[in-house]
């Protein structure tokens, strides 16, 4: 009894080390690529990646259970595996996983009844699984349900010869299945708490680089992700346009109409600018006050300065519900490329800015190109 315990300790210290590995990595994936879990492809890449990741553990405990004197321990945690990631991944990993870890059941020993007996018992795990997707419940009632559908699978398990070593009987079933049960609770919790401090995690670092008036992200947000933008851009020598918008008179707004009619105006302004057709992977920040950035990716000057006007235009038909004294809400817009092979972020960005000086120098309403590189 204490050589099984320690069996399952070891093999549940890795299964944590499994999980904890896929949450971390999950986590940097959605700091560093927010969009490919709004993405419809890049989330079922991930879906599909998620499910090879655990069916390459499955595959793992499948050679681990050929060589262990305890095979059942590795078998239970295969059947968890499927369990773990039909719960918390979805249709779409558990299928992934099941049809991995088939291909390595497969290839460990193609000829063996052993084998045939196996894809029976997984499969049968894995219909269970499948089924269990489609019930809209709590994850914990789920998972409880799937430890009740799966016992006559396990029953089939521990009554059948799989090993080529003894059948299993009466208080050794009870001995393997409880602790089968309490395994299954401490992966259970193991997930959830997982999963939910990534969440945690994500609606703190949302909260941290996303402005609270326009739900647009801040200047820290835009300072990150442009430096990687901008590093991508360079080198693959691709196109980078750069907008900052500023709403004309938006002092006398507030002066004259008070400081939530400034607000209402700026959450117009920003509700415009997202709902907008930009060019794919284009980006939007507000990085202060009334002023506003749009990266565009793969964009060029001479593209990007049709995009500004057309987007100023868009404002000076638009109606808000609050003007400035000098007449109807406008932007002006400074815009600059990384086509003109600026050096960094910083010197694309004064570009931006000394067109947008420019602009309103100019009589505002209207954009100005920054002509010219600077270094």
Known sequence: MF???NSYIDSLALFLAILFIQGMSFRKIRQYRPNWFQNGNRRLFLSILLGVYYGL??????????????PV???????????????????????????????????FDITSPITSRYIILMTLIFAACLLITFWKKQRFSRFVALIILNFPALLYYFVNNFDQGRILRGFEILEYFLLFFVTALLVFYACNYIDKSNLVIQNLTETAMTDSLTNLPNMRFFTQQFAWIFAKAQKRKKALSLFIIDIDHFKEINDFHGHQAGNTVLA?????????????????ARIGG??????????????????????????????????P????VTVSIGVASASSNFATTESLFEAADQALYQAKQNGRNQIAVHQGELE
């Open 3 to 5: 050589e099984l315990i």
């Open 57 to 70: 553990a499955g595959i793992y405990f499948i050679y681990e259970g050929a060589y262990e004197n305890n």
């Open 73 to 107: 321990i590795y078998t239970n945690m295969r059947i968890l595996i499927l369990m773990v990631t039909s719960v918390f991944g979805g249709r779409v990993p558990l299928i992934f996983a099941y049809l991995v870890m088939l291909f390595g059941r497969i290839s």
């Open 268 to 284: 117009q302004f920003s509700s415009i600018l997202k709902n907008r057709t930009f060019p794919p992977r284009t980006m939007f």
């Open 290 to 323: 009334e002023e506003f950035a749009v990266l565009l990716q793969n964009v060029d000057t001479a593209q990007a300065a049709l995009i500004a006007d057309f987007f100023r235009e868009e404002i000076e038909r638009a109606k808000f519900p609050y003007n």
């Open 325 to 328: 004294v000098s007449g109807k």
